[in-house]
């Protein structure tokens, strides 16, 4: 990888770099999509703004000696070009632990799972399955949970669906809540452990793997390279980025629409490009690794958890296998950005805190504490995916990746199958990738290095 620092950057190029195709974003996607073309024997490079490769995918190496994974990491049921990766770049895939259900925790006490909560969900689910009406676009997921009688009951929903979205729940529509029900099969498949969503993990970390797939692409990734404009023509693209010029035959853009905002068009985007990027906004989502010589709750309870108090987390046991122990925090939404003004001591205690009664007062002691407020990455703007703003069409699964001359998109929230998950993100960067194949091979230009500045 080429990391350039702010005084190796040039000011300007008389004649800009030549290359078939340029992806703009290292996360999953934009690593993917480079890979297929690179072993294709396509010249290709990898512009990423941030320091690091990975986007929305983060791990770190703790005091003990273990990966875990401060961004995307769940291999979900269904999730088979995850797993494929994993394998291919040797990595190992294990099973979460998990209980039937989540404890539900309010303060010092443990409650019973709310039977109004259960209704709701259940009719969340059927509405979904039928078609939600349009009019409830407008409505917000805030407004319609307080009609929801019983205070532990909507506070349940409260953070279920916030953790689930990463959503504003006053800037969130119950339409787009329930088509991202009916998009990822149900609620079942959205919330659960086993045979959901959050099935299994990579004992290495899904950041691992990005950097095998950084480091495979070698000085094709260059970082500190954030694309300001795009000039399209007939026959390529140049792009400005702050680590110079390049001319492209094809460019692929990965990174999500509210962040692709930044990037000026020349020509102009048309309409509905626009509308995409104004009219969603990225989730905020606070998560935190609490690392252990052993996961020493297992001896009297399970640490999946699902806690009401202030603020509202999800709690998970992503140990691997033989240790050490990783217990898995996720806090989302307006919840998320009012830890930020805390020190980072006053932060973790009020994290692990509500545990401890839970838990065990091991709990306060951790041996590696690792923690990201994705809202506060100014590369990535926030988790896990582009939300749609309430009122408007835009945003929802899939968002649109209809290729606009020579710019092709790409990125999670463009999948079929699975967008908001690693798992579309590889999915879509393998479709762009293989869309720029045919088209290259039609023209003749698979191998060529692009056109010049015309």
């Not at 005091?63 to 394998?87: K, M, P």
């Not at 993990?201 to 095998?212: F, M, P, Q």
């Not at 140049?238 to 001319?247: E, Q």
């Not at 102009?268 to 990027?277: I, K």
């Amino acid at each position: 990888m080429i990391q350039l620092k702010p005084d190796d950057r040039p000011d300007g190029q008389d004649s800009p770099r030549a290359v078939t195709v340029a992806v703009i974003g290292a996360g999953m996607a934009g690593l993917i999509a480079a890979r297929e073309l690179h072993c294709r024997g396509i010249d290709v490079i990898v512009l990423e703004s941030a320091a690091r490769p990975g986007g929305r995918v983060m791990a770190e190496t703790t005091a003990l000696g273990s990966r875990v994974d401060l961004g995307g990491q769940w291999i979900g049921h269904g999730h088979r070009r995850f797993e494929t990766l994993a394998a291919e770049l040797g990595a190992t895939v294990f099973a979460m632990r998990t209980p039937e259900r989540p404890r539900i925790v309010d303060g010092d006490k443990t409650v019973a799972n709310s039977r109004i909560a259960g209704a709701v969900l259940l009719a969340c689910e059927v509405v979904a399955r039928l078609g939600a009406p349009r009019t409830w676009k407008t409505q917000s997921v805030r407004s319609w949970l307080r009609r929801v009688p019983g205070r532990r009951g909507r506070r349940l929903l409260e953070v279920l669906v916030s953790v689930s979205t990463t959503a504003d729940l006053d800037r969130y529509s119950v339409h787009a809540f329930l088509e991202m029900i009916r998009y990822q099969g149900g609620l079942t498949a959205m919330l659960s452990t086993k045979g959901g969503a959050q099935e299994s993990l990579v004992v290495e970390g899904a950041g691992t793997l990005i950097e095998r797939l950084a480091a495979a692409l070698h000085d094709r990734v260059v970082l500190n390279s954030a694309v300001t404009a795009l000039h399209r023509d007939e026959t390529g693209v140049t792009i400005h980025s702050s680590s110079g010029t390049y001319r492209a035959t094809k460019v692929i853009v990965t990174v999500p629409p509210p962040m692709a905002a930044g990037i000026e068009h020349h020509p102009a985007l048309p309409a509905a490009r626009t509308r995409l990027q104004d009219n969603t906004y990225m989730g905020s989502v606070y998560k935190a690794i609490a690392v252990y010589d052993r996961p020493f709750w297992r001896d009297r309870t399970h640490a999946e958890l699902m806690v009401l108090t202030d603020p509202g987390m999800a709690v998970f046991d992503t140990s691997p296998p033989g240790g050490p122990g990783h217990l898995c925090i996720l806090i989302a939404g307006p919840e998320a950005r009012e830890l930020d003004s805390l020190a980072a001591d006053a932060r973790r205690a009020t994290v692990l805190g509500p545990l401890a009664t839970h838990l065990g007062s091991e709990i306060l002691a951790p041996r590696s504490w690792h923690e990201k407020s994705w809202h506060q990455d100014r590369h990535v703007g926030g988790g896990y995916s582009a939300l749609p703003s309430i009122g408007h069409d835009e945003g929802y699964f899939p968002a649109s990746a209809e290729r606009m001359g020579n710019v092709h998109w790409a990125g999670t929230e463009t999948a079929c199958e699975h967008a908001g998950y690693i798992e579309g993100a590889i999915e879509s960067g393998e479709r762009a990738a293989q869309e720029v194949i045919e088209i290259l091979c039609d023209d003749g230009l698979s191998n060529s290095a692009g056109g010049t500045e015309p």
